[in-house]
């Protein structure tokens, strides 16, 4: 949800900032630009359009203080004009959030002065340069105290070989190189240049010079950040031969869930002791991640016998929630930064709640709040679409839910083997020709299948623009059939023996109505019953409760296909950020 980047040192600004920013792409990708200090004077390139874009025109920026950013539009459309970053008078900065009282602020502070963009940041600047008297820290911290909403600034001061950085409810970093200070909105950004950081808490300010970086509380008392270690790699950011990062992450999902499963015994003590007393459980997140919340609900109902629910952490938190001593909420986010998601995790701890992170990135804000943090060890996900992310998800929530009721949970150690099968040797090719000329796909399913069917939806209609729902397959006649035709897909997932019989009476409905179908299935009975009747996609076989960990991987392949037959990016796809930090 917009990266910004920010460098100064000795070695070139506007280039280091331009590599920096491709790699926070994936936080937004609408606009892009670049500032730049020269002989003391700001020198500002941005346009509309991907960071590639300013190729070119930032060659004619020199110097080595500068700072960056790469927006995903929230106030105004994308265009030059409102690209960051933004200027008034001496200074010029970058924004990554939403300023909630922007219209107010200016009504008051800036009655009949006419904006030069529709953005929400712009007022930040002008009433840094308004309150301007000598002192640009000073005058960044009066501002502040005036922002309602969440805000990570990078501002530059004509004549200041530094960079001011402030932060609230947007993420921010500190970066220590060797050949100057950077600060970035998250460590992947400063992969291979920084091998220590200092995470930014809200509040903060910090002041950035080629030689050395102090922090400060609001009332700008020098404050101490400690400095951890950056364990972003560079050859992590690495396509791999790849041509898409999707690719490359779908094909790191063994991998994911075996460094989760590796990682998951640190934490066993503390989350079984936090989990003492625990009576109901929630589990909240946004998109993919509460889409795994809907597998671990299933998990901890069946095998522990405790209520569990599923929220999206937008509406839990609006909704006046019932949670108390009693209840672990298990907050899920890949970013550790969504904004409804650390809002619900808040919430939840200002109500007694237990709160439980389930996060691929250690430092972030979720992992501050959290009584106990359950790794995910995916690794740097660029592309925009949840992969390996999810099913780390899933192989940490399922190891918690065996611990809560101390049930074997051995059978994971085999999966990462399988989930590579299942990635080499899926063929889901035809099915991806038959998904990118339908008009519309459905995927079905009941229980864990259902859940998986849900993720499947949102893979394929993020990434390709087909319309897709994920339906619960016993609901398929209660109204959703009657969009079956001719030009419709369902895809029906079949990972249980048990329900099989009964989803494959949706298989039998859909054919009576004229529509496509294929199932993906690892169970041999129903494979041969449907074998030569419609298109059966196997995968290979394990226990019912751990198929999730397969048939994602079949659904994250069969999304990624359809959307190369369609030509579409499925790393960038429109409209979409990967980190988003507003609400
Ligand atoms: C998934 O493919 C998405 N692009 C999106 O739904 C994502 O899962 C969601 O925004 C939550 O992000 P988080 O895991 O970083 O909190």
């Avoid at 900065?93 to 909630?100: A, K, M, R, T």
């Avoid at 041509?243 to 490359?248: G, V």
């Avoid at 298989?507 to 449907?530: D, P």
């Amino acid at each position: 949800m917009c990266g910004i980047v920010g460098f100064t040192g000795t070695k070139d600004a506007a280039q280091t900032v331009y590599e920096g920013l491709k790699r926070l792409e994936y936080r937004g990708y609408d606009s892009a630009g670049v500032a730049v200090m020269s002989g003391g004077e700001i020198n500002v390139v941005k346009k509309r359009g991907r960071v590639s874009g300013l190729g070119g025109e930032i060659l004619g920026l020199h110097g080595n203080t500068g700072i960056g950013h790469t927006r995903w539009a929230t106030h105004g459309e994308p265009s030059d004009i409102n690209a960051h970053p933004h200027s008034s008078g001496r200074f010029t900065l970058v924004h990554n959030g939403i300023i909630e009282n922007f219209a107010e602020l200016k009504e008051k502070f800036f009655p009949n002065t006419a904006f030069v963009s529709q953005t929400d940041s712009e007022i930040i600047v002008r009433l840094i340069d308004k309150f301007f008297d000598g002192n640009a820290l000073a005058a960044v911290a009066k501002v502040s105290a005036l922002l309602k909403g969440s805000y990570a600034l990078a501002v530059m001061c004509t004549g200041f070989e530094g960079i001011i950085v402030v932060k609230y409810k947007s993420p921010a970093v500190v970066g220590y190189g060797t050949d100057g200070n950077y600060i970035a909105s998250d460590c992947p950004a400063l992969a291979g240049l920084c091998k220590e950081i200092s995470v930014l808490e809200d509040g903060d300010l910090a002041v950035i010079t080629p030689s050395e970086v102090k922090f400060y509380g609001g009332d700008l008392k020098e404050i101490r950040r400690v400095k951890k270690r950056n364990h972003a790699i560079s050859a992590a950011l690495d396509l791999c031969g790849c041509p898409y990062y999707m690719l490359k992450e779908i094909r790191e999902n063994a991998a994911a869930v075996k460094a989760t499963v590796k990682a998951f015994s640190s934490v066993k003590k503390n989350l079984k002791a936090a989990l003492v007393g625990v009576n109901r459980v929630i589990i909240t997140g946004c998109g993919t991640a509460y889409n795994s919340g809907l597998i671990a609900k299933r998990y901890i109902e069946s095998f522990a016998h405790i209520p569990a629910e599923a929220e999206i952490a937008g509406e839990f938190r609006y909704k006046n929630p019932v949670v108390g001593s009693g209840t672990a909420v298990i907050a899920v986010s890949q970013s550790g930064e969504t904004a409804d998601t650390v809002g619900a995790a808040e919430l939840s701890k200002s109500l007694g709640a237990k709160v439980i992170a389930v996060t691929n990135a250690p430092y972030s804000a979720l992992t501050r709040i959290a009584d106990v943090v359950v790794p995910v060890e995916a690794g740097p996900e660029i592309c925009v679409a949840a992969t390996k992310s999810y099913t780390g998800q899933i192989a940490a929530l399922y190891l918690t839910a065996c611990l809560i009721c101390g049930r074997d949970s051995s059978e994971i150690n085999s999966l990462p083997e399988l989930i590579n099968s299942t990635v080499e040797h899926t063929d889901i090719n035809s099915l991806a020709q038959i998904c990118a000329s339908a008009n519309g796909v459905y995927f079905l399913g009941r229980d864990l299948d259902y859940a998986v069917a849900v993720e499947g939806s949102l893979k394929l209609k993020e990434i390709t623009y087909i319309q897709s729902e994920g339906y619960p397959a016993g609901e398929l006649k209660h109204g959703t059939l009657a969009l079956i035709g001719e030009d419709k897909v369902a895809v029906v997932l079949i990972t249980d023996k048990e329900l099989a019989a009964k989803s494959e009476n949706a298989v039998e409905q859909v054919l009576s109505r004229h529509g496509k179908v294929a199932v993906i299935t690892n169970v041999a009975e129903c494979a041969e019953r449907l074998s030569g009747r419609v298109p059966v996609i196997p995968i290979p076989a394990c226990s019912a409760e751990l198929s999730p960990l397969l048939s994602a991987a079949a659904v994250q392949l069969l999304a990624y296909r359809t959307a190369i037959i369609l030509k579409r990016d499925p790393d960038k796809p429109r409209n979409l950020a990967k980190s988003v930090t507003v609400e």
